[in-house]
């Protein structure tokens, strides 16, 4: 089973969700926690994994054999991202553009584009205490972060209960991080800001057809209208974090919230068991 | 005209709310939201949308079924694995035109869709340029850099001195879009172990584009020893800290009543902003 932690708005506590998730599964269940949230990763802080096999997430760029081109143009024409351009008697290339679809290199007359790997990332992956721990970190001035989402995706072990830790917003990113999850977990905090963005959050996965619930954090800052809003969409808030500084502390030095706070382990179980209702519900439905 | 973007690596150290006290502090300017996936300020700059544009990016892949002679070969070559039966799925296809050009039959075209909407507004502090990315869409970079050219534009025509751009979280695509060329990047962290990571993080991408930058720790009294930490990274990376904010209820008090929180109170938080766009304010000037 696949739950992903999602959350519109950055900061309301994925981070804090997914690590102490898996902690409180760990010792009934075999864990894995991927963290895809490749441009700021964070689950590592928390969980402090022992980090055993990395390996590089590259992209196939064009190489292109100057002998062989006649600068037709065909490459730059079929680009769809600009990466490729022919100007009179020079093909120049824009690796960080490209997308690496192969397309410059299937289409070429002269077979004169090859494809060459471009690291944007790396995928590092071991054992915190009992959970199988990975995650993709997006290098320093690399735009494209589905490709290493994609790439930590592919750890996914289906004999385990897996949570996918996805990045703020909404956009690619997201979907690509979320897509596929049995659930989704949204993770809010009771603002204006808060609110705005879990619609959005809402929608999405809506749009992805992944049942979903809410954890709100913080919950006693802000005003009631998140609450309202998930009563009217019938969506079920499955845990209730209050705004706590003890809390934050914990948060702030790196300490994971059951870890702090054991008692909070009951509630993350019972979230687990709803999630699993919801999700076996489903299964036998389809 | 100088260009002013709020970025912070994490979400939720307060980008917006120090962005929407800048609004009400600052003369002569143009706001800009560059956060298209989860966009918040105008929660607090109440625009009425005097302009409303669609936003046209990316295409997506449509196969005619009654062309289609289902000879296989586009989902062979699809990278993205976005078909399968013969059928696109939207949210995988990367809109590369890849299938569309080897198909044998023609079958394949390339629809451009609407990917989300832009604005310009008055706002009660001046002009807005924000944006709002279609769920689920890709090219969110490509909606930032319309954002921002929409916003000098704007600045260009009335003779105002500043844009001051609310940042997206992140360090990807859309924060390297809203990055190219602005005169300075204030990074808003907040004293979490998670925050002073993913600050390292936004730092070197601010580094290898060459954009100056600068720290405002925000919430700095929720852990003094890791905003010393911070001020001690910064020093040592040559890195000004132009602000200590203090944690204050009033912050979110303030988001909930839809103001900025300099307008809500004059309490320390309030003095502190204040103070912070004064100094940037000289240093921009300078």
Known sequence: MIISVASGKGGTGKTLVATSLALSLKDKYDVQLLDCDVEEPNDHIFLKPNITRSEAVSIPVPKVDEEKCTHCGICAEACAYNAIAVVKEYVLTFPELCHGCGACSYLCPEKAISEVPHEIGVIETGLAD??????????????????????????????????????????????????????????????????????LAVETVRQLDIPCGVVLNRAGVGDGKTEEYCRQENIPILLTIPLDTAIAGFYSRGVTLVEGMPHYKNGFIELFDKIKEVVDERTADS | MKELLI??????????????????????????????????????????????????????????????????????????????????????????????????????????????????????????????????????????????????????????????????????????????????????????????????RVLGVCQHFGVPAMVCINKYDINEENTQAIQGYCREKGVEVAAKVPFDNAVTEAMVKGISVVEYTDSKVAREIKSLWQYIDRKLQG
């Open chain 1, 130 to 199: 009992s959970i199988d721990f990975g995650h993709g970190k997006l290098s320093i001035g690399q735009a494209m972060a589905p490709p290493v989402i994609r790439k930590v995706k592919g750890l996914v072990d289906n004999n385990k209960v897996v949570i996918v830790d996805a990045s703020p917003g909404t956009s690619c990113p997201v979907v690509e991080a979320i897509k596929d999850s049995d659930f989704c977990l949204l993770v809010t905090e009771p603002t204006p800001f808060g609110l705005n963005d879990l619609v």
């Open chain 2, 7 to 200: 970025l912070s690596g994490k979400g939720g150290t307060g980008k917006t709310s120090i962005v929407g006290s800048f609004a009400s502090i600052a003369q002569n300017k143009v706001m800009a939201d560059c956060d298209v996936d989860a966009a918040d300020l105008h929660l607090l700059l109440a625009p009425s949308v005097r302009e409303k544009n669609e936003f046209l990016s990316g295409q997506v892949a449509v196969i005619d079924e009654d062309k289609c002679i289902e000879c296989g070969l586009c989902q062979d070559e699809c990278r993205f694995d976005a078909i399968s039966n013969y059928r696109v799925d939207p949210v995988s296809c990367e809109g590369c035109g890849f299938c569309s050009h080897i198909c044998p039959v023609e079958a394949i075209t390339m629809n451009e869709c609407k990917a989300g909407e832009w604005f310009i507004s008055d706002s009660k502090y001046g002009l807005l340029v924000h944006a709002r990315l279609g769920i689920a869409q890709e090219n969110s970079g490509k909606l930032v850099a319309l954002v921002r050219q929409q916003a000098k534009e704007l600045a260009e025509k009335n003779g105002l001195d500043y844009i001051i751009s609310d940042g997206p979280p992140g360090i990807g695509c859309p924060v390297i879009s809203s990055l190219s060329g602005v005169s300075l990047a204030l990074i808003v962290t907040e004293p979490t172990l998670s925050g002073i990571h993913d600050m390292e």
